[in-house]
Each structure stands twice: as structure tokens, then as C-alpha cells.
């Protein structure tokens, strides 16, 4: 396990506190507390979401829960927000422009319903209440906006390459960066999943914005907090994992591989370890599916 996260999902210093309150692995939500005000980073799915919110006000109690922040528009990241509202009638959902006009059409709401309940049925989940149609962004940010949590600052970072609406937040008081997928996931200690379903290039080009910046915590999804010389190496790493994978893609086609084919190399290669307990099978084809030919005509032309 990398330093400074515990298996319990708990970080903790002298101005914030960081829970996974997610209902269930993949479904994550990373809950920070300041001494004024509090913030979900992501919401994970809908069917897991009434645990979600229960989880938080176990730690909340009496206070209120500020903001349901997205890093992007994706079912397993953004439709337990609308359950945040339902719970928090204050609440404010922040999101990107992109992410905002994603939720605001009905056939996008429909297809995350959709891939909602494929994934509790993976998980063997019950019923549940359906409130995705509730789904709205109220805030708007974007490159360079400013979210004051209270004794620390969220300076919104564009950060297209897993989706097109992808952000991610620097907080200079703590010297974090709170990513997003575009950075890959974690996978095992030695490899980040890469997920670039927008464009290889600007993918690698946050990776290596990233690379400039002073930090010393970095917020992994679906993982929790690394901090120290390990962050150095999870961006090296994810850099490294972008590349490996774009090269794997190109050189498998090159060789006259069928892209069904070079779809279970990937898998393969990257879909073990924690990836197996956070990604359902059919969710990793979904994007495994698209990712692969956007490469090959990216690079290939």
C-alpha cells in the first residue's frame, strides 16, 4: 500500500480530513471535511447511492454537505450526485460546461441509467430508487475558477483525455492534486490503467502539466490519497502506462491484429489486480472497445 492511505479509505491532517464514503468499490466518493465547510469529490453509481449518503452523514452528523464535485460526466462517478440534493437540499452538484450539457439531455440520462443498472445487477444489487432524471449541474467551473472549501482552495484544471469533460483540482494549501481518470487508474502498485476514450495526445500532455506542478498528495480515483516520493512515481507510472499502452495498440495492429483481438491483450495486460474489483467486465469492454480503434487513428492517421 502507497504511503500515507490506509486500507480503511481514511486520511486525515491538520486542515482536512478525506473518507471514502462510496457505497460499494468502483462506486467511490472521496468525502473532504474542512472546520467550515464540507465536499464529495465524484458520487459514484445510483444504486449504491443511499448507502453513499448514509456513510456521509455518519460522519457529518448535524453539518451540512456543501458540494457534490464531478471530475466527469461518467455513471460510476456522477449519478449518485443527485441523490446528495435529495438528502442535502443545500448541496450544490459543480461540474464542467461539457459535463452540465451531458446532464441536460435526456438520451445521455437514459444511457447512464442504463449502464447503472447492468452494474448492479453485476453486483447483485437490490432495488433502488431512480433519481438520475434529478441530475443538474448547478455551478459551472472551469480552467482557473477557484472553490473555497474554508482554510483550503480548489483551482480547477482542464483536463480532457478520458472524457471530454474531464477536470481535476489543485489545492495549494495541501500541495494535492485531486485527479481524474484522464491520469489512468490505479491497477496494482506498479501499474496505472490507462483510459484515454478522447485522445492519447492530450492525455499524456495533463500527465506531463501535472509533472511541473509542486505536489506532494495527489487524490487517485477509485483509490484514495498517496502522498510523498510515491506520488512522483504514480505520475511517472501513469505516463509510463499511457505510452505502454498506445505502443501495445499500435504495434499489435501493425503485426495485423484484429481489434477484437488487440482489445484482449489489453485486457490482458491491464485488467487484474484492484481494476477487476472496481471496473464490472462489460463496463471494461464498453471502454476498451472504443479506446482501441481511437488510437490506432489517432496515431496512424
Known amino acids: 500500500m502507497y504511503e500515507g492511505f490506509t486500507t480503511d479509505g481514511y486520511y486525515k491532517d491538520d486542515l482536512i480530513s478525506i473518507t471514502n464514503v462510496g457505497g460499494i468499490p468502483g462506486g467511490d466518493a472521496f468525502l473532504i471535511v474542512t472546520s467550515q465547510k464540507s465536499a464529495i469529490i465524484d458520487a459514484g453509481y445510483s444504486f449504491s447511492a443511499e448507502k453513499m449518503t448514509r456513510n456521509i452523514k455518519n460522519i457529518l452528523g448535524e453539518r451540512r454537505l456543501d458540494y457534490a464535485i464531478l471530475t466527469h460526466s461518467h455513471y460510476d462517478h456522477a449519478a449518485g450526485a443527485a441523490y446528495c440534493r435529495a438528502h442535502y437540499r443545500d448541496c450544490k452538484i459543480i461540474s464542467s460546461e461539457y459535463a452540465a450539457k451531458i446532464f441536460s439531455k435526456p438520451s445521455a440520462i437514459d444511457a447512464m441509467r442504463e449502464t447503472d443498472r447492468s452494474a448492479a445487477e453485476y453486483y447483485g ?149 484492484d481494476v477487476r474489483k472496481i471496473w464490472p467486465i462489460k463496463a471494461f469492454y464498453l471502454n476498451a472497445e472504443h479506446l482501441v480503434p481511437m488510437v490506432i487513428k489517432e496515431i496512424l492517421g
Open 125 to 273: 444489487w437490490g432495488d433502488y430508487e431512480d433519481r438520475l432524471d434529478e441530475l443538474k449541474t448547478d455551478i459551472i467551473v472551469r480552467e482557473g475558477d477557484v472553490i473555497d472549501l474554508g482554510g483550503i482552495t480548489l483551482h480547477v484544471l482542464d483536463a480532457p483525455g478520458h472524457t471530454k469533460c474531464c477536470i481535476a483540482f489543485y489545492v495549494p494549501e495541501e500541495k494535492m492534486l485531486i485527479a481524474c481518470e484522464t491520469m489512468g487508474c490505479f491497477a496494482s502498485k506498479d501499474l496505472v490503467l490507462s483510459s484515454y476514450l478522447v485522445g492519447y495526445q492530450i492525455s499524456v500532455d495533463f500527465i506531463n502539466r501535472v509533472k511541473t506542478m509542486d505536489i506532494e498528495k495527489l487524490l487517485v480515483p477509485h483509490f484514495g490519497v498517496i502522498k510523498g516520493e510515491e506520488c512522483r512515481s504514480y505520475i511517472e507510472g501513469a505516463l509510463r502506462s499511457a505510452v505502454t499502452l498506445k505502443d501495445l495498440i499500435i504495434n499489435d495492429h501493425l503485426r495485423g491484429m484484429p481489434n477484437n483481438e488487440i482489445v484482449e491483450h489489453y485486457k490482458e495486460v491491464y485488467y487484474n489486480g
